[in-house]
């Protein structure tokens, strides 16, 4: 199993950046394929970014492809996610997650076994 903590959430100003962070528990941190994903009011669950185990392949969502960069360093357990030219649409709750079997596609909540609680992202216009 594995325990996801996110971080770096918060208030900011459309067309300024934020980054998250989550950090993984575990050793297997590397045999995980990890996502993030968020969640406005009232509205599903999204997909917004994908990593492969090495994090030699990134997906994106179309809504944020060119703005957002994901990132992993399995050194210190930990994916990232920066976004960048953030606007008042962005605003959610984020959430980190880890897929350890693939069966589907990347971009879908049911592939990820393990979530994190989540950090709400607020952008004001």
């Known amino acids: 199993q594995v325990q996801l903590v996110e971080s770096g959430g918060g208030l900011v100003q459309a067309g300024n950046s934020l980054s998250l962070s989550c950090a993984a528990s575990g050793r297997t941190f590397s045999s995980y394929r990890m996502g993030w994903f968020r969640q406005a009011s009232g509205k599903e669950r999204e997909f917004v970014a994908a990593?492969?185990?090495?994090?030699?392949?990134?997906y994106y969502s179309d809504s944020v492809k060119g703005r957002f960069a994901i990132s992993r360093d399995n050194a210190k357990n930990t994916v990232y996610l920066q976004m960048n030219s953030l606007t008042p649409e962005d605003t959610a709750v984020y959430y980190c997650?880890?897929?350890?079997?693939?069966?589907?596609?990347?971009?879908?909540?049911?592939?990820?076994?393990?979530w994190g609680q989540g950090t709400q992202v607020t952008v004001s216009s």
């Open positions: 997650a880890a897929n350890a079997v693939y069966s589907g596609t990347y971009d879908s909540p049911y592939e990820y076994e393990y």
């Open positions: 990593i492969s185990r090495r994090g030699v392949g990134t």
